[in-house]
């Protein structure tokens, strides 16, 4: 059964400072793609990243990066120069195979300091 | 990216009582639309996998009685809270996909049942 685990679940950062959100996964499917997302307090749900279990590289968009350990099954968030904005809860998501269900990990609440 | 309409937004409704809550995709068609519930602080979990002419497939625990879902057409799914009580309270939420994308959210409903 797939899996994802987020252990965070509170982080706090300083304006203009980098940070990590920790994810694993655990899979049995060879083929899997890693999803992060951002949910401010309206509730909606915001694509950030996508990570591809062949993908050779490290997926980036623009301040986010995944830092995607494969043998480690760890699959982390990397936000860059980091903006008030970006106080939200973030989660760590994943697809197995070619089939459309995701899961959810249970979520990092990253709270940005001025 | 491609867009997702939840509708309503809220809702409250009395004990006893039905609601439906709309998912449309507006500018793709899906075949397979997911509805995801979250409690205050909590993950999203998976309730039912919506296909468009056939059955959902609820995920274990999920009353099928209870939460009944149409996917009648390739841009619109529906789930209706059948006899809605206090507990059934919560944010419920949407998603379709393009072929080898993210996932594509509505912006949820935020259901109350006083």
């Known amino acids: 059964a797939q899996k994802i685990t987020q252990t965070q679940p509170g982080m706090f950062v300083q304006e203009k400072e980098a940070v990590t959100l920790d994810c694993t996964y655990d899979?049995?499917?060879?083929?899997?793609?890693l999803f992060w997302y951002k949910q401010p307090s309206s509730g909606e749900m915001i694509f950030l990243i996508y990570?591809?279990?062949?993908?050779?590289q490290n997926a980036t968009e623009g301040r986010y990066s995944l830092n995607f350990q494969k043998a480690r099954k760890s699959a982390n968030l990397v936000i860059s120069a980091s903006q008030l904005g970006d106080s939200a809860m973030y989660f760590c998501?994943?697809?197995?195979?070619?089939?459309?269900?995701?899961?959810f990990g249970a979520g990092t609440r990253l709270f940005v300091k001025a | 990216g491609a867009v997702v309409s939840q509708h309503p937004s809220r809702v409250i409704c009395k004990s006893g009582t039905s609601v439906k809550i709309e998912c449309r995709s507006l500018?793709?068609?899906?075949?397979?639309m997911f509805w995801y519930r979250q409690f205050p602080k909590q993950s999203l979990m998976l309730m039912a996998t919506?296909?468009?002419?056939?059955?959902?497939?609820?995920e274990q625990g999920v009353e099928k009685d209870k939460f009944l879902i149409n996917h009648a057409s390739l841009t619109l799914s529906t789930l209706t809270v059948t006899s809605a009580h206090p507990e059934d309270s919560s944010f419920y939420i949407c998603?379709?996909?393009?072929?080898?994308?993210?996932?594509?959210f509505g912006q949820g409903t935020r259901l109350t049942v006083v």
């Open positions: 990570q591809g279990s062949y993908d050779q």
């Open positions: 998603s379709g996909y393009l072929q080898n994308t993210e996932a594509f």
């Open positions: 998501a994943m697809r197995e195979g070619t089939g459309f269900k995701t899961i």
């Open positions: 500018d793709f068609q899906a075949t397979t």
């Open positions: 919506s296909n468009e002419g056939s059955k959902a497939t609820y």
């Open positions: 899979t049995s499917d060879p083929s899997y793609g």
